[in-house]
């Protein structure tokens, strides 16, 4: 079993997320394959201030999904934009190439899993 409270969770700043621009907060909710039964490497929760964005990037031999927490995003996967706001799930599978920005008034706040095909 894994228990995180949230006063345990640290939050690391990641300039220029993928070539995006700004400073992605990142925060690691699951410590990578280990705890993620070698199915994954990533279980986190990235906020994204007003201006921030996650660059363009592609997945090979893993899919990534996210879940909107709060806040309004815009989304490019393989060069289709969506709009997306809370409650909103996206999945990007082995192959596509995506991108996310930050876009309302209100920080960005979304949890995102990367699995291993």
């Not at 228990?3 to 997320?17: A, G, L, Q, V």
């Not at 007003?50 to 090979?60: A, D, N, Q, Y």
């Not at 289709?80 to 596509?96: M, N, S, Y």
């Amino acid at each position: 079993m894994i228990i995180r409270k949230r006063n345990s969770i640290s939050s690391t700043p990641i300039e220029h997320c993928m070539g995006g621009e700004g400073t992605v907060m990142m925060e690691r909710l699951l410590e990578g394959s280990d705890e993620m039964l070698n199915k994954g490497r990533a279980y986190v929760r990235h906020t994204l201030n007003p201006g921030v964005t996650i660059g363009k990037h592609t997945h090979e031999g893993e899919m990534e999904s996210m879940v909107i927490i709060s806040g309004r995003a815009k989304h490019i996967i393989n060069g289709v934009t969506q709009e997306l706001e809370a409650g909103d799930i996206i999945v990007a599978q082995p192959g596509d190439t995506h991108e996310i920005a930050q876009t309302g008034k209100e920080p960005l706040v979304l949890i995102a899993q990367v699995l291993f095909e």
